[in-house]
């Protein structure tokens, strides 16, 4: 896989609340870190054998919060907002490996009067592997 230009990596979790998918506290998440690029949000990952489904394939429940996660990033650190889901469609294209590095990468695709459409893809070498598309609802903290 290419090296990514990262630069800057964005956090929403600064007091280690211990969200499953992106606090570096919670030792049984996923610890996922993220990076603005432009518009859209990409994180670097290489999903962990414990999180397998069949041998070497990343459960699909695992894939899919991955892609949640991202999209959440997106409105919060694009944005500017925290957002719940309303809705998430995830389309495997192929199954998504274990112990492999991915790039997984979500932008705003759309705003309408009550939320967000949030559209989400993992690649592999090239390869898109999984992509999402979901409906997030602006929540006031």
Request: hydrophobic share 35%; proline share 6%; charged share 25%.
């Amino acid at each position: 896989m290419a090296e990514l230009d990262l630069g800057e990596e964005l956090n929403f979790d600064e007091d280690g609340s211990g969200c499953f998918g992106c606090s570096r506290g919670n030792p049984d998440g996923l610890q996922l870190r993220f990076y603005r690029r432009g518009d859209s949000v990409v994180c670097p990952y290489t999903i962990p054998d414990r999180f397998h489904g069949a041998p070497e394939i990343a459960h699909g429940g695992i894939v899919a919060t991955i892609l949640d996660e991202v999209s959440c990033a997106v409105a919060f650190h694009v944005k500017g907002t925290y957002v719940v889901t309303g809705e998430l469609s995830v389309r495997y294209e192929k199954p998504c490996p274990v112990e492999r590095p991915l790039t997984i990468r979500a932008s705003a695709a759309e705003r309408r009067p009550k939320y967000w459409i949030i559209e989400g893809e993992i690649e592999l070498d090239g390869e898109i592997v999984a992509r999402s598309q979901g409906k997030f609802f602006p929540v006031a903290l």
